[in-house]
């Protein structure tokens, strides 16, 4: 028997990589899987900042606060120790992270600056600029070459994944499927444990704010597997971003953390410049709505008040769901030092200057509550039992999640900063857990016969060649498009019963029509469109995945909100949607949820 | 003012095919950037002559410039696909071609692994001894965190190495490039990293290291980031200098 196990980690953005260094700093050898180079993971288009009850600035924050915050924020849906234990790390996080050498902004004595972001009222919030997110994945990667160098881990960059290898359907899992997307080779993997890192899936929904790469398909891939999904329906809208034809780019909530403040003019349909309308003729909706939180409520709240101002009251700009976020009463030299990059990505992308003229900002499908199902240990006392291989285990027995792609953390709406901690949290703990978890196996994954791994791989092989041969009429981009315009429609801020029964209905119709799809690049080198059909099928899955559970709901809470149930309901939905993979599509079951901490209370931000 | 947009689109079926060009046509709208044009392309994959095509390969991920990955030759000059829009162009045909300096995988997708190559030989990481609680980093003045900023936004994108006059690509052994001596100048003056400097000087003191920059210039010019390459060049050449002799004399 071989002495060392392997563990695959697939997915190379913050949690992916803080996993592989928690791993191979056991000593452990790593595969680290990723379809683009690692530094170029959609961890890099995280743009205000990390949270952390570091208290510098001596407003008595503590982690205890910060963990109070996160689950009121999620509306009560989290499961409280996991959230406990991140807020209670959080500040060794961030040292840790700092000591890897992330050029965090400092203050005026070199300390670690703060700054305020939603659903808050500490400054709690360390940034590197407006791109931490790039930062501390490069601080990360950096860690991660030096393992590299060192023959610990084996990057195999370029290679989407397919499945995991089970060794029955329960598990345990004793690999992956892959595909490497030059040679188009589908090849299977052996591993001791396996840990999913890969993201969201943004582009369910077509455009987002999320990156290309991020369509969620191997979190689908898990599903169709046998992994639980939990809490699909519960999708953020950014109130903050910027329309593109190809994407919509995120404006980040720092915006509003530096002082940014929302409005629209209190003259429905006013042509006026922002400039020529006076200070009293602008209604800046949420601070009067929320004197204490003002520009800063959570998410869920400011896209649902700035979809309520634009739609129901038809105040936005332009007659759309569009309204100014100003920045132009601050000064440039301030606007420069603490949100030069996404104030760069605006002037750029829409050609104003936003340090003089105000921005005209839009709601994006931004980020996933919901993802894989996983697991962990409480402790008596309401915290984290880290030597446990339960943490972040899913239903499949060495099969592992962290990051968006799982559902722990943020409950029912995530906070602003707390993507970055939880991913960076998600993978100390599912690192060590897969290590302690494949040292107890009796026998390691290179001792097993070859043939489950060759059957594993000729299924997949079999479904490419099924994919390369298609010639029907369907152009496979242009259904990725219907079904994110129906989804943008239909299952975003505002949720109605039958609107999300049409789409059910039209998500079945393209998968019909998905089968009638023909591949018009016909290539075997490097050809992205076979891996983009398999892509799209998987899509299909996770967005009758989000929109039944979204169905079935019948409560407002956190970012899912349906004007038919506009309250929250405890008694009968505070619980996690569970769905479970079947031919006729998602089987939705329910789960309690861990309040052992604290008791569910209603959610104000006035 | 445009009516339509034409790409000239430089092509390759794979490493070893040869190249081609080829021409498409797409009515004109506002506000589109390269990245929304191959996007139509791709739901619509037939060339300005109207024959039916495969849409052309390109590489991109984040859209926003900040992951490095769609950089291309457009009109000639290496740059981010998806912060190009149209309409700064000038109206006439668009010439979109991959990078010369790196081996093209297929269409406009090249393959920048020897610039990760170069990250590992110069060192390119903080050596912390463990990532175990061991409180606060030290302290750093507000100034030299926003330099050091300035230098962590590289994203690996490529211009720099592409508009270089002594980065040979089909030779690695020539010249390491300006990025990773970008990258060497930003570890060394991490206060940590700077304990380390001289393991990373010695590694772009070598054959394809510091000397190999001919001060052209050109890097800066096209640094989507506006990173100043040459002056951390000009600073570890002269840290280079001083560990020469520190090294030749003892401590």
């Given at each position: 028997m071989s002495s060392k196990p392997r563990i695959i980690v697939v997915g190379g953005g913050l949690a992916g990589l803080m996993t592989?260094?928690?791993?191979?700093?056991?000593?452990?050898?790593?595969?680290?899987?990723?379809?683009?180079?690692?530094?170029?993971?959609?961890?890099?288009?995280?743009?205000?900042?990390i949270n952390a009850a570091v208290n510098i600035m001596g407003e008595n924050d503590s982690p205890e606060i910060h963990y109070y915050d996160t689950v009121?924020?999620?509306?009560?849906?989290?499961?409280?120790?996991?959230?406990r234990g991140m807020a209670y790390d959080a500040p060794s996080i961030i040292y840790l992270l700092d000591r890897m050498g992330v050029p965090f902004s400092r203050t005026s004595e070199g300390n670690l600056d703060f700054r305020r972001f939603g659903g808050t009222l500490h400054h709690r919030t360390a940034f590197a600029g407006?791109?931490?997110?790039?930062?501390l994945l490069y601080a990360l990667d950096e860690q991660v070459r030096r393992f590299e160098a060192q023959g610990l881990v084996t990057k195999h960059e370029g290679f989407e994944f397919l499945s995991p290898v089970l060794e029955s359907p329960e598990g345990p899992c004793r690999g992956i499927v892959a595909m490497d997307l030059r040679t188009m080779k589908v090849q299977a993997f052996r591993a001791d444990a396996v840990v999913m890192a890969t993201g969201g899936p943004g582009l369910v929904y077509g455009r987002s704010t999320n990156s290309m790469i991020n369509t969620g398909s191997a979190a689908a891939g898990c599903y169709r597997a046998g992994v639980r999904y939990a809490n699909g329906e519960f999708i953020q809208i950014h109130p903050t971003a910027i329309p593109g034809e190809d994407k919509m780019r995120l404006m980040s909530e720092s915006a509003r953390g530096e002082g940014g403040r929302v409005w629209v003019p209190k003259k429905k349909g006013d042509t006026r410049p922002p400039a020529e309308i006076p200070e009293s003729e602008r209604w800046y909706f949420l601070e009067e709505k929320y004197p204490r939180f003002g520009n800063l409520v959570p998410r869920d709240i400011g896209a649902r008040e700035i979809y309520h101002v634009c739609v129901d009251l038809g105040m936005g700009l332009d007659g759309e769901q569009k309204v100014y976020l100003d920045l132009t009463h601050k000064s440039r030299e301030f606007l420069d030092r603490r949100l030069g990059a996404i104030l760069e990505i605006y002037e750029q992308f829409v050609g104003d200057d936003p340090r003089t003229v105000p921005m005209k900002i839009f709601p994006a499908v931004h980020y996933s509550m919901g993802g894989l199902w996983v697991d962990y240990e409480p402790t008596a006392d309401g915290m984290i039992d880290k030597s446990s291989p339960k943490n972040h285990m899913t239903n499949i027995p060495g099969l592992y999640a962290a990051g968006e792609c799982e559902y722990q953390y943020h409950g029912a709406n995530r906070l602003?900063?707390?993507?970055?901690?939880?991913?960076?949290?998600?993978?100390?703990?599912?690192?060590?857990?897969?290590?302690i978890f494949a040292e107890n196996l009796d026998c390691l994954a290179a001792d097993l016969d070859a043939g489950l791994y060759e059957r594993s791989a000729s299924k997949w092989e079999k479904r490419f060649e099924e994919i390369a041969r298609m010639d029907g009429p369907e152009n496979p981009h242009k259904l990725h498009r219907e079904l994110g315009e129906t989804m943008i429609a239909n299952v975003t801020i505002v949720r109605e019963n039958d609107k999300l029964r049409q789409t059910d209905q039209k998500i079945q119709e393209l998968m019909e029509r998905w089968k009638k799809i023909g591949v018009t690049d016909r290539s075997q080198w490097?050809?992205?469109?076979?891996?983009?059909?398999?892509?799209?099928w998987n899509m299909l899955e996770l967005a009758r995945v989000i929109t039944l559970g979204a169905l079935q709901r019948d409560e407002s809470r956190g970012a899912h909100y349906k004007p038919e149930f506009p309250e929250r309901d405890d008694a009968n939905w505070l619980k996690s949607t569970i769905a479970t993979w079947s031919p006729e599509g998602p089987v939705l079951t329910y789960e309690p949820v861990d309040i052992s901490i604290s008791e569910p209370v209603a959610r104000h931000y006035d | 003012m445009r009516s339509e947009i034409v790409f000239r689109i430089r092509r390759q079926d794979g490493p070893q095919e040869p190249s081609y060009v080829q021409e498409f046509r797409l009515n004109y709208r506002p506000n589109l950037n390269i990245i929304a044009c191959l996007q139509e392309i791709a739901r619509h994959p037939v060339d300005a002559s109207g024959k039916?095509?495969?849409?052309?390969?390109?590489?991109?991920?984040?859209?926003?410039?900040?992951?490095?990955?769609?950089?291309?030759?457009v009109n000639g000059v290496p740059r981010q696909s998806c912060s190009t829009l149209i309409d700064s162009l000038p109206s006439g045909p668009i010439e979109l071609a991959p990078l010369t300096k790196f081996p093209v995988v297929r269409d406009l997708m090249v393959d920048r692994k020897p610039m990760f190559e170069a990250l590992k030989q110069i060192h390119g990481w903080i050596p912390i001894d463990g990532t175990h609680d061991l409180g606060p980093g030290p302290r750093r003045p507000s100034d030299q965190a926003r330099i050091s900023y300035v230098f962590s936004r590289c994203m690996t994108?490529?211009?720099?190495m592409e508009a270089c006059p002594n980065y040979d690509g089909k030779d690695p052994s020539q010249f390491i490039g300006p990025a990773p001596l970008g990258q060497t100048h930003y570890f060394n003056t991490n206060p940590i990293g700077a304990m380390n400097a001289g393991e990373r000087l010695d590694a772009v003191m070598g054959r394809n290291g510091l000397t190999g920059c001919g001060n052209a210039q050109n890097c800066v010019e096209v640094c989507p980031k506006e990173i100043p390459l040459t002056d951390a060049i000009a600073q570890l050449n002269r840290q280079a200098n001083r560990h020469w002799l520190t090294t030749l004399f003892g401590r």
């Open positions: 592989v260094i928690k791993v191979a700093e056991r000593g452990c050898p790593v595969d680290l899987f990723s379809i683009v180079p690692v530094k170029r993971s959609h961890s890099v288009c995280a743009q205000g900042g009121k924020g999620g509306d009560f849906l989290a499961h409280q120790p996991l959230c407006a791109s931490t997110g790039q930062q602003g900063a707390n993507a970055l901690l939880s991913c960076i949290y998600a993978g100390t703990l599912a690192g060590p857990s897969s290590v490097s050809n992205p469109e076979i891996p983009f059909v398999h892509q799209l | 039916a095509t495969s849409p052309p390969v390109w590489d991109c991920s984040c859209l926003e410039e900040v992951c490095g990955a769609c950089t291309m030759l994108c490529g211009c720099c």
